[in-house]
């Protein structure tokens, strides 16, 4: 598959986007505009979203028109090789932590299932796991569609996404596949559909435009009581204001447009980032020394700067090292054909 450098770029700004809401709201008793800056900030999970929904559905309208359903198996391997080895390490790390801090305040109880194969949108251990619930799902849904029709996977997705639309009008529950942000998903396999029929953004610079002032628009929004977690208000403005800024990006590339290396590489390292963070923003935050109590009431700006930076350049160190030692390697086992030749064998069996 093609590298969509933008995509990579815009990766790293979305992580980085959440990263600093996260270390915001984490000392609202320094920085009371904390929840102000997450509730806009938190949109790059919505830009994750329309990335999935670009990617997925394009790495797998090609494999399915190159192998067809030969390449399910390895479909599926190399996205559980993505995803899990780093999530079990940083559930791990949250567990133990539990025992001195409060990781989270979505209720108490053990570890289960459901947590352990991330199945839970409240996961009350690894509190950014919740997108990952809404990821897997649509995981198996192009899993299952590559294997059923595998040189119509575009075509198919366009359907299936039609069809929950109109589950969703007719009340009918299908689980995560009935919330509005799924449809995120949706809004990235349009782009990969227009992309792929050669239809490139016509206005790029309009649609950066109308992306940033949706963005604005569901900040508002948010900031006036409508749900901030799951709702169509959400959808037509993050998501939409995603989808805008996301296809806009991919035309101007294949115009030629060039990305700077900090954001590639930011978004090189942007899952390892997005899972890790909010656990050492959440130590730090829990983290009061003498020095610094001293200023409760009324802190001074560079204690507020300081506390934040650190919040936001320690989760980059840590998201840095974690890529390198425990989610790359298993994406390249994933990768390796000698790995290839072994589920080849067991797909023929």
Known sequence: MKTYYGIQAMRGIAALSVVCGHAAAARIDLFPEGLL??????????????????????TAAEVGSRSGRASVLDFAIKRVARIYPLYWV???????SCQWISVSS???????????????IFNRYVVTAWSLCFELAFYAAVTIILGLFPTRVMETLLA????????DILGISLWVYSM???LEFGIGVVIAWLVRTGAPCPIPLAAVALGLILFSVGWILMNHGYDEFNTFVRLFTYGTGAGCLIYAVITAELNGAAFPKVLLWLGQISYSLYLTHFLLVTWLANMNPAWLTVWDEHPPLWIVAVRITASILLPIAV?????????????RWARDPSRKLVTSGLRRV
């Open 319 to 331: 998201a840095a090292t974690t890529y390198r030692l425990i989610e790359l390697p298993p994406m």
């Open 106 to 120: 979505w209720g108490q109880g053990g570890l289960d299932i459901a947590h352990v194969f991330s199945l839970v």
């Open 37 to 58: 800056v997450l509730r806009l900030l938190q949109g790059g999970v919505d830009i994750f979203f329309v990335i999935s929904g670009f990617i997925i559905a394009t």
């Open 90 to 96: 940083v559930l791990f790390a949250s567990v133990i």
């Open 180 to 182: 509005p942000l799924t």
């Open 160 to 167: 299936v996404l039609g069809a929950v639309i109109v589950a």
